[in-house]
């Protein structure tokens, strides 16, 4: 634990506002790590690939959303080809949502960027650039590459809200609440009321736990304050639902699903986001390139890595991840024919459908003469 412990440190996290669950470490097995929850670094880079990465960003961005109107046209064979549960085929039937933010990873080859993973959910990973790039550029002198960002957020997020009311009755629309719902740990009741400022209609942010749909007509409510909601947005997508189930055996899903065809309520983000996470999709995306990089789309085909549900195309060099995979959990890499885990191996990780992909480049940052990497 003392590698990163310093006088500096604790300051830093005393003075910067940051999120206190940030200034912690990974608990494993009930083990402490010496990593901690969140480490930046900052360095400089040349006006020109600062550039290239935002026209990155739009266009990958871009992409994504054609594919996922392609995606509201896939029958079960369709979906389940592609790696979605079969029964998930009701969000097809849905009114289609526009979302609003999303993080895009990137990683290098020759010299160039290259996109290996895409999260449209967890605002954690909207509050790391937005609330963090400016503290850490200045802590390090450096000028902060997106000072606008957080009023593109506010915009965004209140532009697709706006739109996913339009489907409710005119009453409804007047002065809605909006209902912010997320796990009940400190790091996303934290973050979640974070997002929530950002909000120009009344909130009301809450735990899962408190969330109903047994009302007349299926609306939602916070069983904590009892008011219903006209909107929901959710921290990850509204599959969590299936987990939960009341005491007569109805499970909250088919509430939720039963109450938005009926358009007793509005969704925000979380349809598309959820289309979104598959890494499936990157499979998708590189067995149709060629009607997919056409046109204006064709200078984003270099962004994409190759993305296979084999790894026959790849040789003896990739790396391997669960579709439905996250920090790391259940991937490997196996380069040159050896094979190399990632520590996290969760059993639900580790039994989940792969995607297989070409091996890219990740920086690695050195702490006290030792590189941090995923492994």
Same mark, same amino acid.
């Given at each position: 634990?003392?590698?990163?412990?310093?006088?500096?440190?604790?300051?830093?996290?005393?003075?910067?506002?940051?999120?206190?669950?940030?200034?912690? !470490?990974?608990?494993?097995d009930?083990?402490?790590?010496d990593?901690?929850?969140?480490? !930046?670094?900052?360095?400089?880079?040349?006006?020109?690939?600062?550039?290239?990465?935002?026209?990155?960003?739009?266009?990958?961005?871009?992409?994504?959303?054609?594919?996922?109107?392609?995606?509201?046209?896939?029958?079960?064979?369709?979906?389940?080809?592609?790696?979605?549960?079969?029964?998930?085929?009701?969000?097809?039937? *849905?009114?289609?949502?526009?979302?609003?933010?999303?993080?895009?990873?990137?990683?290098?080859?020759?010299?160039?960027?290259?996109?290996?993973?895409?999260?449209?959910?967890?605002?954690?990973?909207?509050?790391?650039?937005?609330v963090?790039?400016?503290?850490?550029?200045?802590?390090?002198?450096?000028?902060?590459?997106?000072?606008?960002?957080?009023?593109?957020?506010?915009?965004?997020?209140?532009?697709?809200?706006?739109?996913?009311?339009a489907?409710?009755?005119?009453?409804?629309?007047?002065?809605?609440?909006?209902?912010?719902?997320?796990?009940?740990?400190m $790091?996303? *009741?934290?973050?979640?009321?974070?997002?929530?400022?950002?909000?120009? !209609?009344?909130?009301?942010?809450?735990?899962?736990?408190?969330?109903?749909?047994?009302?007349?007509?299926?609306?939602?409510?916070?069983?904590?304050?009892?008011?219903?909601?006209?909107?929901?947005?959710?921290?990850?997508?509204? $599959?969590?639902?299936?987990?939960?189930?009341?005491?007569?055996?109805?499970?909250?899903?088919?509430?939720?699903?039963?109450?938005?065809t009926?358009?007793?309520f509005?969704?925000?983000?979380?349809?598309?986001?959820?289309?979104?996470?598959?890494?499936?999709?990157?499979?998708?995306?590189? $067995?149709?390139?060629?009607?997919?990089?056409?046109?204006?789309?064709k200078?984003a085909?270099?962004?994409?890595?190759?993305?296979?549900?084999?790894?026959?195309?790849?040789?003896?060099?990739?790396?391997?991840?669960?579709?439905?995979g996250?920090?790391?959990q259940?991937?490997f890499?196996?380069?040159?024919?050896?094979?190399?885990?990632?520590?996290?191996q969760?059993?639900?990780?580790?039994?989940?459908?792969k995607?297989?992909? $070409?091996?890219?480049?990740?920086?690695q940052?050195?702490?006290?003469?030792?590189?941090?990497?995923?492994?």
């Amino acid at each position: 634990m003392k590698k990163f412990i310093s006088a500096e440190r604790t300051a830093f996290f005393e003075n910067s506002g940051l999120p206190p669950f940030w200034d912690s !470490y990974y608990e494993l097995d009930g083990i402490k790590t010496d990593y901690p929850y969140m480490l !930046y670094t900052c360095h400089k880079e040349p006006e020109h690939a600062m550039l290239e990465l935002q026209k990155a960003n739009v266009l990958a961005a871009e992409i994504f959303d054609l594919v996922a109107n392609r995606i509201y046209k896939w029958d079960e064979k369709e979906l389940e080809k592609w790696g979605f549960p079969k029964h998930h085929k009701e969000f097809l039937k *849905l009114p289609k949502e526009e979302m609003f933010c999303m993080r895009i990873g990137w990683a290098w080859k020759n010299d160039y960027p290259m996109l290996f993973e895409i999260n449209a959910e967890a605002p954690t990973l909207w509050i790391e650039p937005e609330v963090a790039t400016p503290l850490m550029t200045k802590q390090f002198g450096l000028r902060n590459p997106t000072p606008n960002s957080n009023n593109h957020l506010k915009k965004a997020l209140n532009q697709a809200i706006k739109k996913s009311l339009a489907d409710l009755p005119a009453q409804r629309r007047k002065n809605p609440t909006i209902g912010f719902v997320c796990y009940n740990d400190m $790091e996303d *009741l934290t973050t979640m009321r974070w997002l929530a400022d950002f909000c120009e !209609y009344t909130t009301e942010m809450f735990p899962i736990d408190n969330l109903d749909f047994t009302l007349e007509d299926d609306i939602p409510f916070n069983t904590e304050t009892g008011q219903q909601l006209d909107a929901l947005i959710f921290w990850d997508a509204p $599959e969590c639902l299936e987990e939960r189930v009341y005491a007569d055996g109805e499970n909250m899903f088919n509430l939720f699903i039963k109450g938005l065809t009926k358009r007793s309520f509005a969704l925000v983000h979380a349809i598309p986001a959820y289309f979104a996470q598959s890494k499936g999709t990157l499979a998708y995306i590189t $067995e149709h390139a060629e009607d997919i990089f056409t046109g204006k789309y064709k200078a984003a085909e270099k962004y994409f890595p190759k993305t296979y549900f084999s790894p026959k195309k790849l040789g003896k060099t990739y790396i391997a991840k669960p579709i439905w995979g996250r920090q790391g959990q259940g991937c490997f890499i196996v380069k040159n024919g050896e094979t190399t885990q990632s520590r996290y191996q969760k059993e639900y990780y580790v039994k989940q459908q792969k995607i297989y992909q $070409e091996l890219l480049t990740i920086p690695q940052i050195p702490v006290e003469e030792e590189p941090l990497n995923w492994v």
